[in-house]
């Protein structure tokens, strides 16, 4: 157990409609990340948040947004679903800043868009 | 942009056997992360690493700066072992050190 939890587990919903991922970082870890991982592009890195403030994006949809909140939990929302965005969603957290420091994962959300 | 290249794409090996993972990036890091992902899909981190070497049980990290160039290495290999295993490296263009990962290696364990 690596101490990020992510709900719901699974989710099935139709094209068009909006849903909403959570995630709750370890303990003390102030970096939270979400990722998409598709069969066809693999992992990709979504967007970062450092104690509640936007601190990158990677190859994230104008469609997808997200937040971080004071209890540093977080989500994600995707709208206006299109079958392209069924993929398993990651949040994983770090102490500190992703490139020298071990991340957690989440057991993952899996979207299917029908 | 830091670009990643994993081999090989699938590996099927019988218990017992020695197996490496190589993994190879275009600019120099910082550090590098080796991770396994779980037939179930869940995903754990097994090293980080900047220089040298790490051990863990039976799984050993080793990374060149100077080539840029890591290999994950298993010994006696077991079919519990059969996962995908992802290399990751910090992106320090645009997406500010975040990681982009490799394709990842599907390894599989007979009995």
């Known amino acids: 157990d690596s101490g990020v939890t992510q709900t719901p587990k699974h989710l099935i919903t139709a094209t068009g409609q909006r849903v909403t991922l959570r995630c709750s970082p370890r303990s003390g870890d102030l970096s939270v990340y979400w990722y998409q991982q598709s069969l066809d592009q693999g992992l990709q890195f979504l967007i970062q948040y450092y104690n509640g403030e936007e601190r990158a994006k990677g190859n994230i949809l104008e469609r997808f947004s997200a937040q971080q909140f004071p209890d540093l939990h977080s989500e994600l929302n995707l709208s206006s679903l299109e079958l392209g965005d069924s993929a398993l969603y990651f949040c994983?957290?770090?102490?500190?800043?992703?490139?020298?420091?071990?991340?957690?994962f989440g057991p993952g959300t899996r979207l299917t868009v029908l | 942009k830091n670009e990643v290249e994993q081999s090989p794409q699938n590996l099927t090996a019988q218990e017992g056997e020695f197996i490496t993972i190589n993994c190879s990036y275009s600019?120099?890091?910082?550090?590098l992360h080796w991770l396994q992902q779980h037939p179930g899909g869940g995903i754990v981190s097994l090293f980080m690493?900047?220089?040298g070497k790490k051990k863990h049980g039976r799984l050993i990290a080793t990374i060149n700066i100077q080539e840029k160039h890591s290999s994950l290495h298993i010994t006696a290999s077991h079919p519990r072992d059969s996962a995908v295993y992802i290399c990751a490296v910090p992106d320090y263009g645009g997406s500010q050190g975040n990681l982009i990962f490799g394709k990842g290696t599907k390894l599989s364990v007979k009995p």
């Open positions: 690493l900047s220089s």
């Open positions: 994983a957290s770090s102490v500190g800043l992703p490139s020298n420091n071990e991340q957690f």
């Open positions: 600019v120099g890091i910082s550090a």
